[in-house]
């Protein structure tokens, strides 16, 4: 067996299932899962409608650059999103289909790093689980970035000496981040891309929770953005990771894309042909629709900063929580560890929550996830304010005591 998979992690899901095991929380009382970021506002019916429509696609093999029609599209996008000229990001270059950026955060660091070299994959911490489990699996050792409210939930990256540089071969960045929902201004970015050019690695900008911020005149700003404003109209070292899954409420569809750096995109598309992960044709036609539509996504953002309202407006005197500029996510801290409040708020409002310290690890002596839960407001409105209300309870009962 491969050595390294036994330093894998077990998921953050499996340890909560281990902390609620044996909890009898009240029946009265439905139960109410803020643990899990899945989307759950309908996915649009014209994309639904896009799928079927193509189910004759099935008889065909896919090919793993996927139709010129979707990689035009999403050059399109990004053109539009991004405010970058017309053709600016190369369809057949610069863009590639993926079946859902999870998969492809994964397989792009089997990629990119020279597991012979003693390489550093660098990431924020807490993050998005896969980013260990790629570089541990692509034998490299993770070098974790703590995001702390100190530094604005953004890794500070001044403070990474130039040995470590030296020895990065890729940095995965988050932004908007899971969970602090944080973004990147392009002030880092633009040093990041400086930093990358000048110690050769690569950047993979996961900009999954992209299309989800609060100020609709305030868009996040993307890496190829900046690194075009930089003059970079090649986006050497620079890869970005976008999904349908929170942008469209499509998880289950398996889509997204990555675009950037042609000469890094052209060996990926190589190791993604062996290691086969096409879209099937179907995919491919409804991911196109989505792409083309605007109007839905700004629906579902409306959604989101209503449950943000309202769940703030119900938790800010008991909880030190701030409603976060993108993503879908409270990180409040919490007065009491956040493991041991997400397991007594089980067994006593069978609400469940994400301990943060399930997403973090160990680094510089300390565990930045662990005075803090994660919440993910992606249950509909009503359910998200029942949850609040049990949680105000649960604090209140707090300061009579702590269980
Ligand atoms: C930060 C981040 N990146 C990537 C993903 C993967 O999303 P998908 O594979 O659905 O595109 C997720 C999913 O939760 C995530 O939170």
């Known amino acids: 067996m491969n050595p390294n998979l036994s330093k894998l992690q077990p998921y953050p899901f499996e340890k909560l299932a281990r902390l609620k ?19 759950q506002h309908p996915t649009p019916h014209f994309i639904t409608e896009a799928l079927i429509a193509h189910l004759h696609g ?30 600016a990001v190369d369809p057949d ?44 699996l692509a034998g490299a050792e993770p070098y974790f970035l703590n995001t702390t409210r100190e530094t604005g939930y953004l890794p500070d990256f001044d403070s990474v000496p130039e040995s470590i540089w030296a020895r990065c071969h890729l940095l995965y960045v988050c932004s908007p ?40 005149a305030n868009p996040p700003p993307g890496l190829l953005q900046t690194a075009h404003g930089m003059g970079h109209t090649d986006y050497k070292h620079c890869v970005v990771f976008h999904s349908l899954s929170k942008r469209s409420n499509a998880p289950g569809l398996r889509s997204g894309f990555v675009a950037g750096d042609a000469g890094i995109l052209q060996k990926y598309l190589l190791y993604r042909t062996y290691h086969g992960c096409a879209l099937s044709l179907p995919v491919q036609h409804a991911s196109l629709a989505a792409w083309r539509d605007e109007a839905h996504v700004r629906e579902n953002r409306e959604v989101y900063r209503k449950k943000f309202t309202a769940v703030y407006e119900i938790l800010r005197d008991v909880l030190d929580v701030e409603i976060p500029p993108a993503g879908f996510y409270l990180w409040p801290r919490t007065p009491i560890e956040g493991e041991f409040f997400a397991r007594e708020l089980f067994a006593q409002q069978n609400v469940t929550v994400l301990p943060g310290s399930y997403l973090s690890r160990n680094s510089g002596g300390v565990n930045p996830g662990c005075e803090y839960v994660r919440m993910a407001l992606v249950a509909p409105l009503e359910e998200c304010v029942e949850a609040a209300h049990r949680i105000k309870s649960f604090v209140q009962s707090l300061k009579g005591g702590i269980p």
């Open 21 to 39: 095991q044996g909890l009898q929380p009240p029946t009265d009382k439905t139960h109410i899962a803020l643990s899990i970021g899945e989307p």
């Open 58 to 87: 099935l008889t065909n093999y896919p090919a793993t650059k996927g139709i010129p029609e979707l990689r035009s599209s999403i050059s399109d996008w990004l053109a539009n999103r991004f405010k970058l000229p017309a053709g």
């Open 93 to 136: 270059r610069q863009v590639l289909p993926v079946a859902g950026t999870r998969e492809a955060l994964f397989s792009f660091a089997q990629c990119v790093v020279d597991a012979g070299a003693k390489p550093l994959v660098l990431m924020p911490n807490p993050f998005y689980q896969i980013y260990e489990g790629a570089a541990l």
């Open 177 to 216: 981040g899971n969970p602090t929902g944080a973004v990147m201004d392009e002030t880092t970015q633009r040093r990041l891309i400086e930093l990358a050019r000048r110690f050769d690695f690569v950047i993979a900008s996961d900009e999954c929770y992209s299309e989800l911020y609060a100020d609709e």
